[in-house]
């Protein structure tokens, strides 16, 4: 395992980040205490040290697990947790971003975790209701208080965070280090805006789902489309050229004797920037096959392959700006003479 640096930080953290959505069987899935354990220490013999809950994951027991887990060497983890989603379905004020929720959220969060800091607080999805203002001063405060040390922020436009982070500068306030989104083959999207945004402004991304809920390991392959769009958490995953992504990362897989999942999980990571796949297992032993991905890298043929198949559509003004006439206005004839090192 190898470690970046978080976006404008100092905090070095594994490039591969431990999900543990699935720590816990309160939601029917997932996987018992032991299990969760032998998939965490696979983790961390390998060299991992950034490990990703949230304050409502299985109802609270995620996160009391992985307090228990990492109680001995707390020091050595990077612990992050979310707050936004609601943890008290008939409570207007159970979730959001609020600064209400906000500190019990983090109150809970520490109990649970059975430590006096969090390492890294995501804002879990943004809300459209709470002031940037109150958001970002509450975070602040939470910092100044010692009991989170850097904030990051998932799920969220991305002129939303452009403008939060620009005010607390502006304010002298925290700024978030980190931003989380779903990236992967069959989910491109953040190219248009996010990860953009998150190169220009160095802020470390997670990628979660970056094998599409294991659409792109092959696992629904086998079954007729109605079967398996109720196996599937998105069926949006497995519409007609999700299919064809998830056949050529199987051929791809395939031809190097490798598994899908370590295909897909290697494209995130190639990715330019700093991306931190985020991945989860209910198994010991699809960690341990999710693992090896970090004992190979794909090759420009491979890698352009898959870019290829799974490209999108950047939209306006992005295909605008690009086409020749508008680069035939803007530059005249120069623009391929010019090294323009800020390009994305």
């Given at each position: 395992?190898?470690?970046?640096?978080?976006?404008?930080?100092?905090?070095?953290?594994?490039?591969?980040?431990?999900?543990?959505?699935?720590?816990?069987?309160?939601?029917?899935?997932?996987?018992?205490?032991?299990?969760?354990?032998?998939?965490?220490?696979?983790?961390?013999?390998?060299?991992?040290?950034?490990?990703?809950?949230?304050?409502?994951?299985?109802?609270?027991?995620?996160?009391?697990?992985?307090?228990?887990?990492?109680?001995?060497?707390?020091?050595?983890?990077?612990?992050?947790?979310?707050?936004?989603?609601?943890?008290?379905?008939?409570?207007?004020?159970?979730?959001?971003?609020?600064?209400?929720?906000?500190?019990?959220?983090?109150?809970?969060?520490?109990?649970?975790?059975?430590?006096?800091?969090?390492?890294?607080?995501?804002?879990?999805?943004?809300?459209?209701?709470?002031?940037?203002?109150?958001?970002?001063?509450?975070?602040?405060?939470?910092?100044?208080?010692?009991?989170?040390?850097?904030?990051?922020?998932?799920?969220?436009?991305?002129?939303?965070?452009?403008?939060?982070?620009?005010?607390?500068?502006?304010?002298?306030?925290?700024?978030?280090?980190?931003?989380?989104?779903?990236?992967?083959?069959?989910?491109?999207?953040?190219?248009?805006?996010?990860?953009?945004?998150?190169?220009?402004?160095?802020?470390?991304?997670?990628?979660?789902?970056?094998?599409?809920?294991?659409?792109?390991?092959?696992?629904?392959?086998?079954?007729?489309?109605?079967?398996?769009?109720?196996?599937?958490?998105?069926?949006?995953?497995?519409?007609?050229?999700?299919?064809?992504?998830?056949?050529?990362v199987a051929e791809i897989a395939k031809e190097i004797d490798k598994s899908p999942?370590?295909?897909?999980?290697?494209?995130?990571?190639?990715?330019?920037?700093?991306?931190?796949?985020?991945?989860?297992?209910?198994?010991?032993?699809?960690?341990?096959?999710?693992?090896?991905?970090?004992?190979?890298?794909?090759?420009?043929?491979?890698?352009?392959?898959?870019?290829?198949?799974?490209?999108?559509?950047?939209?306006?003004?992005?295909d605008f700006l690009k086409s020749e006439p508008v680069?035939?206005?803007?530059?005249?004839?120069?623009?391929?003479?010019?090294?323009?090192?800020?390009?994305?």
């Amino acid at each position: 395992m190898k470690y970046k640096l978080l976006g404008k930080s100092g905090l070095r953290v594994s490039e591969l980040a431990l999900g543990t959505m699935t720590f816990g069987e309160d939601w029917g899935f997932g996987a018992s205490k032991e299990e969760s354990e032998k998939i965490f220490n696979a983790f961390v013999e390998q060299g991992g040290n950034f490990i990703d809950t949230a304050v409502n994951y299985t109802n609270g027991t995620s996160e009391a697990f992985l307090g228990e887990f990492v109680k001995s060497k707390r020091e050595e983890f990077v612990i992050a947790t979310k707050y936004s989603l609601s943890t008290r379905p008939n409570d207007p004020n159970g979730g959001g971003n609020h600064r209400k929720n906000l500190v019990q959220s983090v109150e809970a969060s520490l109990k649970r975790l059975q430590t006096d800091y969090i390492d890294l607080l995501w804002l879990h999805a943004w809300d459209f209701t709470t002031p940037i203002e109150e958001v970002m001063r509450g975070l602040d405060d939470l910092v100044r208080s010692g009991k989170v040390l850097y904030i990051g922020i998932s799920d969220t436009p991305a002129w939303i965070v452009s403008q939060a982070n620009m005010l607390a500068q502006l304010r002298g306030w925290t700024s978030f280090i980190g931003l989380q989104v779903e990236y992967s083959l069959m989910q491109r999207a953040p190219e248009r805006d996010l990860l953009p945004m998150a190169r220009s402004l160095d802020i470390g991304v997670t990628a979660w789902a970056p094998m599409a809920g294991g659409a792109l390991t092959g696992k629904y392959r086998n079954e007729d489309t109605e079967t398996a769009k109720r196996l599937s958490p998105n069926s949006a995953r497995l519409k007609d050229k999700n299919v064809v992504i998830a056949d050529v990362v199987a051929e791809i897989a395939k031809e190097i004797d490798k598994s899908p999942s370590q295909i897909a999980l290697n494209w995130v990571r190639q990715q330019s920037g700093v991306i931190i796949p985020l991945i989860g297992a209910r198994k010991e032993s699809q960690m341990k096959e999710n693992l090896q991905c970090l004992d190979f890298t794909l090759d420009s043929e491979h890698l352009t392959r898959l870019n290829e198949v799974s490209k999108i559509e950047l939209g306006f003004p992005h295909d605008f700006l690009k086409s020749e006439p508008v680069l035939n206005a803007l530059y005249g004839k120069t623009y391929n003479k010019i090294d323009n090192h800020r390009k994305f």
